[in-house]
């Protein structure tokens, strides 16, 4: 019992040390630029300023901003699944001459900061013309070791007789892909979907190398640009603008994360 | 429907030889049974008929037709797998429905054939639930309708009921014997226990160590086993051998070395007032095993360590026994553990070996 006390109260402070921050953003997100230097901080405004939802909405192109991210993020998910679940099965799968050593090279690309190859890239994709695209900020990210290495591992678990049963069925390799295969890992495909979404959603650094101009320009650089406003930090304005750009993955999480529980608890296929 | 001719067929997995010139016909509508000891390479060559397993050599035939290059789901062969195997995110109608499907069947066509097949495995009911909501015996079911309702030339099982509890597994048991005269298709089943295969296959093939030791009805196994192997493998208890040497009293007469003799424990018989007349064998009884209508006694003798067993007789208490099995029920192999025939124990020498 008493264990259980202590088991409870330790996952609270847990959950305190995540949720707080959050709180904080949502709470300054509602008041005003005075009340959000008083001291001792106020945890609720006194009355909820929504306008700075709009006016960080206001400070740039946001809906531009938005779509951009979404078109982004969406289309690497769409890339990125298309190519790994291949790949993942074919590593998981089959034996073929150099499978051991490409699967290595592909773990080897694992380790490679970004930092490291971004200026090649931004070679490449400015002799290429895709500078200021989305596909020029789609197609670096087009496929994922970290998914491949995942996946392989999700369908290594599957047992042998169920394609054998399905060869049997006169199913191409393709339709055990997407009728046997892939149902069977989804609660690992949505994980790695989650990641990769919320990665590149939140993503700053890459965006801001690869764009020059507002043509393709994701979310993240339009909400860090908010500071820039009048020389002063609004920081309400600014927490407004955050919330803005994780609502989207709140979304996201909120519906997969009974598939995510469960890729983590994964005990594999019976 | 379809004979299958395996010809000289070799299986190698690198150095290892699995399978070497293997030779076997399996008759058309016939309930084949592969049996054997784990590793007796049974279940490779099961695989290869139904070409999950390629031939390293040799040639397989169905129906005539050579398959060596034919993928799995074009030689109209449908497979029963030990687990089963059935999709786990399908229902049980998507199980089923899979193949008929993949073949490009027309709904209404296989809705009809559905129907018709659950009726007949009982599955009606739970067409709509998953494999998980399912308890062994119907999964069991739901594995044999998958098969079933593409209306195969060959039906493969390897170890189906070996998941199934002593009840259920008595049922399937019979169920597919019935299953297997409605169809009247060529059965090929993978076992490794000899009471599966004695009662449920018209031919069984005993194999050990990648080789074909003797393919014939379960009767012919039971009663003129080819050599020491099968003889010892099939019945229970096992064939009770002796070595030629340790049987004292009892001088044989032949052309080639005898080095064992054998008899089934059934044909031993309690040597109560000396009728009877045969080899006599006296031994202190270890065990005593009493299953109801059936009493097996394991017991020790100066030659070796032999059972009997008696049919609807009381148990028998006494420490040692006497025991006679008639010369006609005597069986002799030689060295390389080959059945002999034409042993003739000497006349003159029974006299002596009475008194033992």
């Known amino acids: 019992m008493a264990l259980r006390v202590l088991n409870v109260l330790c996952l609270l402070l847990l959950v305190l040390v995540f949720a707080m921050p959050f709180g904080w953003m949502l709470s300054t997100s509602l008041k005003t630029l005075p009340e959000t230097m008083i001291f001792p901080p106020a945890w609720i405004p006194k009355q909820p300023v929504w306008e700075n939802y709009a006016e960080a909405w206001k400070t740039g192109p946001f809906l531009k901003y938005f779509m951009n991210s979404f078109i982004v993020a969406i289309g690497i998910l769409i890339c990125q699944a298309l190519t790994i679940i291949p790949a993942a099965y074919a590593f998981a799968r089959y034996k073929f001459a150099g499978s051991n050593l490409l699967f290595g090279v592909v773990m080897v690309t694992l380790m490679i900061p970004a930092q490291l190859i971004f200026l090649p890239v931004y070679l490449e994709l400015s002799a290429l013309k895709l500078l200021n695209t989305h596909l020029g900020l789609i197609l670096p990210f087009a496929s994922s070791a970290f998914g491949i290495f995942l996946l392989r591992q999700g369908f290594m678990q599957v047992p042998e007789e169920l394609i054998e049963a399905a060869r049997l069925d006169q199913a191409s390799e393709w339709k055990i892909i997407v009728r046997l295969m892939v149902p069977l890992v989804k609660p690992v495909l949505v994980t790695f979907a989650l990641f990769s979404f919320i990665a590149h959603w939140n993503d700053y650094f890459w965006p801001l190398v690869m764009t020059t101009n507002e043509t393709a320009r994701t979310l993240p650089l339009g909400i860090a640009k908010i500071r820039e406003v009048e020389g002063v930090a609004t920081w309400n304005v600014l927490m407004a603008g955050n919330l803005i750009l994780v609502a989207p993955i709140l979304v996201a999480f909120f519906f997969s994360q009974r598939h995510i529980i469960r890729a983590f608890v994964y005990s594999g296929v019976k | ?356």
């Not at chain 2, 098969?147 to 399937?172: C, G, T, W, Y």
């Not at chain 2, 449920?200 to 012919?220: C, L, N, S």
Request: overall charge neutral; some cysteine.
């Open chain 2, 1 to 356: 429907m379809a004979k299958i001719e395996l010809i000289n067929i070799c299986k190698k997995y690198k150095d290892e030889t699995v399978i070497d010139d293997l030779n076997l016909t399996i008759k058309d509508g016939s309930f084949t049974v592969l049996v054997g000891p784990s590793g007796c390479g049974k279940s490779t060559t099961l695989r290869m008929i139904a070409g999950l397993e390629t031939a390293t050599g040799g040639e397989i035939r169905i129906g005539g037709k050579r398959v060596n290059d034919t993928a799995p789901g074009h030689r109209d062969v449908a497979m029963v797998f030990q687990n089963y195997a059935l999709y786990p995110t399908m229902t049980v109608r998507g199980n089923i429905e899979f193949g008929l499907k993949n073949r490009g069947v027309a709904k209404a066509e296989r809705e009809k054939l559905i129907a018709e097949i659950a009726e007949i495995v009982g599955l009606d009911q739970l067409l709509d639930r998953k494999p998980q909501q399912l308890s062994g015996g119907q999964r069991q079911r739901v594995a044999l309708a998958r098969a079933m309702v593409k209306k195969p030339k060959v039906f493969i099982l390897d170890e189906p009921l070996s998941n199934l509890d002593a009840k259920l597994r008595n049922q399937m048991r019979t169920e597919l014997i019935q299953l297997h005269r409605r169809l009247g298709t060529t059965f090929v089943y993978v076992t490794h226990d000899q009471v599966e295969a004695m009662s449920m296959g018209d031919e069984i093939v005993v194999m050990h160590q990648g080789v074909i030791q003797q393919a014939d009805t379960p009767m012919k196994l039971y009663h003129e086993p080819a050599n020491l192997f099968t003889a010892q493998f099939i019945g229970t208890p096992a064939m009770n051998v002796l070595d030629t040497r340790d049987a004292a009293g009892l001088s044989l007469e032949s052309e080639s070395t005898v080095a064992k003799l054998g008899f089934r424990p059934e044909q031993a018989v309690f040597d109560w007032g000396g009728m009877h007349e045969g080899y006599r064998l006296t031994g202190e009884v270890m065990t005593r095993e009493s299953l109801g209508a059936e009493n097996i006694y394991q017991i020790k003798a100066p030659g070796g360590v032999f059972f009997v067993k008696t049919f609807l007789e009381p148990l028998r208490e006494e420490q040692t026994v006497r025991v006679v099995v008639p010369y006609e029920q005597l069986y002799y192999f030689g060295p390389d553990g080959k059945r002999l025939y034409g042993v003739r124990v000497q006349e003159r020498q029974l006299a002596a070996a009475g008194g033992v």
